[in-house]
């Protein structure tokens, strides 16, 4: 049986990451955040002094043994030089180097074959923003989640983080590789969902729905997920 992968981008806090954990905790998949992995490549090369644009550089420091990601049953470990990289993932630091290290297509290249091999054999939600383009374009089920940038800013700064979302938006969309597009998703197969006045639950009620309309059945008591017979 194939494994269920449902594909969510967008742009900086749209509010992906906690719709995909809460949908992912909900169902059992494994909860992958993508932009978690670029920025763990971050924190490696703000430590190795290794310039964030050096893409040769931050693929021999990923492939020496630098970096360590390990799928769990729920969620992605992730380790730089040994350590937990979880709680300096969202550091001012890290914040305004990391659209310049996803820039690299050396580096997307070894992410994307991880984040492709993580979701080969087990049910998935994966976020990002090159998942329904790149990373998953098979799959069925996949989101693009937007929001007006005054309320993407009103929510980070509710977080209590410094993150210049405008500034790391307007890198993802120009840079060469795997750009952020929402057209390009919506032309990929995702369904477009402005979450600006949208609840958390408001959201994955829409995601539910369309899974639901796409072949799953979701047994929401319980939230079981099973495919409908052909
Ligand atoms: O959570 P937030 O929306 O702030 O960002 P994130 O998902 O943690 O992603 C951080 C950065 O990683 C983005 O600004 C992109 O530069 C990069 N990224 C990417 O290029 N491709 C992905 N699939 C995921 C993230």
């Given amino acids: 049986?194939?494994?269920?992968?449902?594909?969510?981008?967008?742009?900086?806090?749209?509010?992906?990451?906690?719709?995909?954990?809460?949908?992912?905790?909900?169902?059992?998949?494994?909860?992958?955040?993508?932009?978690?992995?670029?920025r763990a490549v971050t924190w490696l090369a703000l430590r190795r002094g290794i310039s964030a644009s050096d893409g040769p550089a931050l693929v021999e420091a990923i492939s020496s043994g630098g970096i360590f990601f390990d799928p769990g049953a729920s969620?992605?470990?992730?380790?730089?030089?040994?350590?937990?990289?979880?709680a300096f993932l969202n550091s001012a630091e890290v914040n305004a180097a990391v659209s310049v290290v996803a820039a690299a297509p050396e580096v997307r290249r070894i992410l994307v074959a991880m984040q492709q091999r993580f979701a080969e054999h087990q049910d998935v939600v994966m976020e990002g923003r090159d998942i329904c383009t790149v990373v998953l374009p098979r799959t069925p089920f996949k989101f693009y989640i937007h929001a007006s940038e005054e309320v993407?800013?009103?929510?980070?700064?509710?977080?209590?983080?410094?993150?210049?979302?405008?500034?790391?938006?307007?890198?993802?969309?120009?840079?060469?590789?795997?750009?952020?597009?929402?057209?390009?998703?919506?032309?990929?197969?995702?369904?477009?969902?402005?979450?600006?006045?949208?609840?958390?639950?408001?959201?994955?009620g829409e995601i539910v729905g369309r899974m639901k309309d796409r072949g799953l059945v979701i047994d929401l008591g319980r939230w079981t997920v099973t495919r409908r017979p052909e």
Avoid at 28 to 36: A, C, E, H, K, M
């Fill in 1 to 38: 049986m194939e494994p269920i992968q449902i594909a969510i981008d967008g742009p900086a806090a749209s509010g992906k990451s906690s719709v995909a954990r809460l949908l992912a905790a909900r169902l059992g998949f494994l909860y992958v955040n993508t932009g978690g992995m670029y």
């Fill in 75 to 86: 969620e992605v470990l992730m380790k730089a030089d040994g350590e937990d990289a979880a």
């Fill in 152 to 204: 993407r800013q009103q929510r980070r700064a509710a977080q209590g983080l410094h993150d210049s979302i405008s500034k790391r938006d307007a890198l993802d969309q120009t840079r060469a590789t795997a750009p952020l597009d929402g057209a390009a998703a919506v032309e990929a197969g995702a369904h477009w969902i402005d979450s600006t006045a949208l609840s958390l639950e408001g959201v994955i």
